[in-house]
């Protein structure tokens, strides 16, 4: 939730005047098109490194002079050095590969030059304010060490198995508990054009694959926990912004909210215990994050059950269904601040959602 204690100036006005913010993303990302025009309107300069143009159009330089370290991207939309740059948002990453007009036999070669050129980026811009840090981004992807850091730290967990082994698999499954199965990592795929993902799915013993097939793919196999609703926290360093989710009232919300998330149209903000929200951001420190969307389901008892949190997740969604809560305006303030121990002040022209949107279509920045 917001913090509203005491206005202060905005943090482009606290640090110096605009900021020069770089946002890592790929083709239609909504979520950047309109914070990049946010930001812009809010008289920062806004610059992206796409990576589905490399290196077409968006080509990178390191060099090495006179005892300094300097990088240097060329893209569509202007060049930028990482002298100039103060804040980088790790938005999305796209997985380079050499364009088809490479020689097969090279095109090994060039994907793992370019693939190598990439991750040297963060050693060039190591001087700006990173959302999330590269390296704690590809760390955080692992639900293995999520879950480790959240028991090390007294977060309450479901029982939980990740394998692929069989053996395990069954003896998990055959303890008399309901259970669901979710993906380490999740795919997303077109089948007879339609676009599918991986949701969580209630799972038996009766529902598995013969082994040979359980062994091909590792999953997360967890007790299934009752729900009273579920929550969605959000995180911009220190300022949290939170929705309850009814989940309990959905056709699919027993299971995984997500299925019927269309069916939301409003919200009520939720207030995380002082000790959860303590743990959280706890949490965020260990995985080495400054920004994370929490997902918890609330038992009929009261109890707080971690899931999972998303570095690099959706949140446009929280303020869509609770317009009460300013998410674009905090995110805004958050890249601009540029610092881990942010808190949202709340002001009286703060950004809208709504109104950003209809403005990023009115200049052509989205189109319809």
């Known amino acids: 939730m917001p913090d509203n204690s005491a206005q202060q100036p905005s943090p482009v006005a606290q640090r110096g005047g605009p900021r020069t913010i770089l946002i890592h993303t790929v083709e239609g990302d909504f979520h950047a098109k309109v914070v990049g025009h946010a930001l812009r309107v809010r008289g920062n300069r806004v610059l992206e490194w796409r ?3 490399v290196p077409e159009s968006n080509t990178s330089s390191l060099a090495f002079s006179e005892g300094t370290l300097t990088g240097r991207l060329h893209t569509a939309g202007g060049d930028i050095s990482s002298d100039d740059v103060d804040v980088v948002w790790y938005r999305r990453r796209r997985i380079i590969s050499a364009p088809s007009y490479v020689d097969p036999l090279d095109q090994e070669f060039a994907t793992e030059e370019l693939r190598m050129a990439e991750r040297s980026h963060p050693e060039a811009f190591s001087q700006a304010f990173w959302v999330n840090p590269h390296a704690a981004s590809l760390l955080c992807e692992s639900k293995v060490r999520q879950l ?4 090390e730290l007294g977060i309450d967990i479901p029982r939980t198995l990740i394998s692929n082994d069989p053996g395990d698999i069954r003896q998990f499954l055959s303890e008399g508990i309901a259970c669901i199965y979710k993906p380490l990592g999740g795919c997303i795929w077109k089948e007879d054009g339609v676009v599918r993902k991986t949701y969580t799915a209630e799972v038996a013993l009766a529902d598995l694959p013969c082994d040979r097939i359980l062994r091909t793919t590792p999953g997360i196999f967890q007790d299934k926990v009752d ?3 579920e929550v969605r926290a959000q995180f911009f360093g220190k300022s949290c912004f939170a929705v309850r989710i009814e989940s309990s009232a959905l056709e699919s919300g027993d299971v995984d909210w997500r299925l019927d998330q269309n069916s ?7 207030i995380l215990p002082d000790d959860v929200h303590a743990r959280c951001i706890a949490l965020m420190a260990k995985l ?8 918890f389901i609330i038992t009929p008892e009261g109890r707080w059950c971690f899931m999972e949190v998303n570095e690099a997740g959706q949140f446009f969604f929280i303020e869509t269904w609770c ?15 540029g610092k881990a121990d942010f808190r949202y002040r709340p002001h009286s022209d703060a950004l809208t959602l709504n109104g950003i949107t209809a403005s990023a279509f009115e200049h052509g920045v989205i189109s319809k």
Not at 148 to 151: G, H, I, K, M
Not at 288 to 295: L, M
Not at 328 to 337: G, I
């Open 51 to 53: 990576g589905d143009r």
């Open 148 to 151: 480790r850091y959240a028991l």
């Open 227 to 229: 729900k009273h609703y």
């Open 264 to 270: 939301i149209t409003r919200c009520e903000p939720a």
């Open 288 to 295: 080495g994050i400054v920004s994370g969307g929490f997902d």
């Open 323 to 337: 317009a009460d809560l300013p998410v674009l305006d905090a995110f805004c303030q958050f890249l601009e601040y």
